[in-house]
């Protein structure tokens, strides 16, 4: 599976964004999604995962309450709504896909995850 990220952009503390991830090869159903982020000079962390059917989501303790990961099989396309943006939310957001048999899996590590897409860049401004 291929995928590309979309949507990122300058934004002022307290706005909106909504991230797009759009995949293409396989069977999109079959995969567990995820988005990971890179803030300047750190390390790529978990942010947000869901299930195969969407039925299961699982969210970073940093952006519980203010994000909203979701998916459209029949898009083959993954979203993630950020709302109540923050400083500290400025990074390069990935997203990334899992092959499962598993309909209620997900993960939060990066090694759990073969398919990344390139990137996209979300700045929030104070």
């Known amino acids: 599976v291929q995928l590309q990220a979309s949507g990122g952009g300058v934004v002022q503390a307290g706005g909106s964004l909504r991230l797009s991830c759009a995949a293409s090869?396989?069977?999109?159903?079959?995969?567990?999604m995820a988005w990971f982020r890179q803030p300047p000079g750190k390390e790529r962390e978990f942010v947000a995962a869901?299930?195969?059917?969407?039925?299961?989501?699982h969210y970073a303790d940093s952006v519980k309450g203010r994000f909203t990961i979701s998916r459209d099989n029949a898009k083959n396309t993954m979203y993630l709504q950020m709302n109540s943006l923050k400083p500290e939310d400025t990074a390069v957001y990935y997203c990334?896909?899992?092959?499962?048999?598993?309909?209620?899996?997900?993960?939060?590590?990066?090694?759990?995850?073969?398919?990344w897409g390139q990137g996209t860049l979300v700045t929030v401004s104070s």
């Open positions: 869901i299930s195969r059917s969407g039925d299961i989501t």
């Open positions: 990334a896909a899992q092959l499962t048999f598993r309909s209620t899996w997900w993960g939060v590590t990066e090694s759990e995850y073969a398919y």
């Open positions: 090869g396989r069977t999109f159903s079959s995969y567990a």
